[in-house]
């Protein structure tokens, strides 16, 4: 659902707009998640670079940024999936955070608005 979203807001981008975007994925599993395990995700989400980037490192490390950032998850004992909030944090071109957003159509249309509102100002890339 997540990729879903964003292929739709990346959709709703100019060409122009697309070249000055980013898009960060975090996974949510390190200890499974191996890049070789994220380049097969790209592919089937069809998340491709250069926009989109599909993280992963050591567990630890990536753990913190998420609770940095307020991921919160859970993962179930006995299947391995990881419960998680749905977020979306967009970085503005100094680095700070400028919002997050869930998912649903409200939130996309709202993420939307703030993207062309970002990709417009002069400077670095968000």
């Given at each position: 659902m997540i990729f879903a979203q964003l292929r739709n807001v990346t959709d709703s981008l100019s060409p122009a707009?697309?070249?000055?975007?980013?898009i960060a994925a975090i996974t949510l599993d390190p200890e499974r998640d191996d890049v070789s395990r994220?380049?097969?995700?790209?592919?089937?989400?069809?998340?491709?670079?250069p926009t989109y980037q599909l993280?992963?490192?050591?567990?630890?490390?990536?753990?913190?940024?998420?609770?940095?950032?307020?991921f919160i998850r859970r993962k179930d004992s006995q299947?391995?999936?990881?419960?998680?909030?749905?977020?979306?944090?967009?970085?503005?071109?100094?680095?700070?955070?400028?919002?997050t957003?869930?998912?649903?159509q409200t939130q996309q249309a709202w993420l939307i608005e703030?993207?062309?509102?970002?990709?417009?100002?002069?400077?670095?890339?968000p």
């Amino acid at each position: 659902m997540i990729f879903a979203q964003l292929r739709n807001v990346t959709d709703s981008l100019s060409p122009a707009e697309l070249k000055q975007l980013t898009i960060a994925a975090i996974t949510l599993d390190p200890e499974r998640d191996d890049v070789s395990r994220l380049a097969k995700l790209s592919d089937s989400q069809k998340v491709l670079l250069p926009t989109y980037q599909l993280l992963t490192g050591d567990a630890a490390n990536v753990n913190r940024v998420l609770d940095d950032y307020g991921f919160i998850r859970r993962k179930d004992s006995q299947t391995g999936e990881i419960d998680h909030n749905n977020l979306f944090i967009v970085i503005d071109r100094g680095g700070r955070v400028a919002y997050t957003f869930t998912l649903g159509q409200t939130q996309q249309a709202w993420l939307i608005e703030a993207l062309h509102k970002l990709l417009a100002e002069n400077g670095a890339r968000p």
